[in-house]
């Protein structure tokens, strides 16, 4: 019999800020599954059914884990999120190089008007794509049909498939498409532009939120959120340009039936009464050791699950015995109740084994 009910019961328990029989684990992980299982990264990325049986071998082989966040990998997909190009294993890459995301100035001002007369979507899949990345929906196009496939697969193992599809503010795309510097600029010198056109791609945005909800029916949906925090823009401008938008991607998220997974990229200590802004009991902040994890359970205890936040550079530079004494540490004080324990953001494709190993025993 499957073990997957308990892993969700207990998965679910946690995100509802309940205290489960002992602290899930949720990995998100791609190319350390790749190197964990002796895959190349070129083939792992080529494939989808590769990726996917990897992802699950390497969560098994690990023994105690409850869900992974991803599903499959390929990274391309990360043009249609960031706006930037992107260099894959085996085609742009060697064999088994990293793959590696460019910013650099692709979207012009002009794209705002253009965003304005078409309309997100139409400009997006109409013009910049096909002008910037060439067929890429071709080279999606395998893993989009493989998707239910996956997640049967991932269920099938046992594992709940904690968020695999994300959803990005217009505010992450839009930056990533005029590179940062450029973006800031246009807030300042042609504020009420940007915002109208973002407005106008927000639009889109949601309405492939609840389509995606209302079809594929995920547990949760990613919502990265990077380069946002006090650190990079004052409160004025998160006010204008970024908290609005996140909170009703937020909301529609949790409207639609799913739960919302707060990829938080960054330092956000000043802003952490933001976060208990957000729907009660249906996020979960996703730390990634930027964040002070033992501020963040002060400022969002009895409001918001939190997952992680065992850092990459412990993971790839540390010993077992450094990891597990600070994921113990993690289970002890950021636990019982409305806790996952994770990596900071992904596992790193040089994380050592046994780290990782220690970080899911200590949940036991």
Excluded at 70 to 90: D, F, Y
Aim: proline share 7%.
């Amino acid at each position: 019999m499957s073990d997957f009910p308990e892993h969700l019961n207990r998965v679910r328990t946690a995100v509802e800020l309940g205290t489960p029989d002992r602290t899930p684990v949720v990995l998100q992980m791609s190319a350390f599954a790749a190197r964990h299982m002796g895959v190349r990264l070129a083939d792992f990325c080529a494939s989808p059914a590769l990726s996917n049986e990897t992802i699950i071998r390497s969560a098994q082989a690990l023994g105690g884990v409850d869900g992974v966040t991803l599903m499959m990998m390929n990274p391309r997909i990360l043009s249609l999120e960031s706006l930037c190009a992107v260099e894959t294993p085996g085609i742009e890459l060697g064999p088994d190089d990293m793959w590696q995301v460019h910013e650099t100035e692709r979207m012009l001002p002009e794209d705002y008007d253009a965003i304005l007369a078409m309309g997100y979507m139409p400009w997006l899949m109409g013009r910049y794509v096909p002008q910037h990345f060439g067929d890429l929906m071709s080279s999606l196009g395998p893993m989009f049909g493989y998707a239910p496939t996956a997640g049967k697969k991932v269920v099938e193992a046992g594992l709940v498939p904690f968020a695999p599809l994300a959803a990005i503010t217009p505010f992450q795309t839009f930056m990533g498409g005029r590179s940062m510097v450029k973006f800031n600029r246009d807030l300042f010198r042609m504020p009420e532009k940007v915002l109208e056109a973002m407005e106008v791609a927000q639009k889109d945005v949601l309405a492939n939120v609840r389509r995606l909800i209302d079809t594929a029916h995920p547990f949760a949906i990613m919502t990265p959120l990077g380069r946002a925090s006090g650190l990079f823009y004052s409160r004025k401008v998160q006010e204008k340009f970024i908290f609005p938008h996140y909170r009703e991607l937020v909301e529609t998220i949790v409207e639609a039936g799913a739960y919302a997974a707060l990829h938080v990229d960054d330092n956000f200590e000043r802003d952490l009464d933001f976060f208990r802004s957000l729907p009660k009991g249906k996020c979960i902040f996703q730390a990634d050791s930027t964040t002070d994890i033992f501020r963040l359970r002060e400022a969002l205890e009895g409001h918001m699950c939190i997952m992680g936040d065992v850092p990459a550079t412990m993971l790839a530079l540390g010993t077992p015995d450094e990891v597990h004494a600070y994921a113990t540490r993690l289970v002890r004080e950021i636990g019982p109740g409305g806790f996952i324990l994770s990596s900071g953001c992904d596992v790193p494709p040089n994380a050592k084994v046994e780290n990782v190993q220690a970080l899911v025993a200590a949940a036991r």
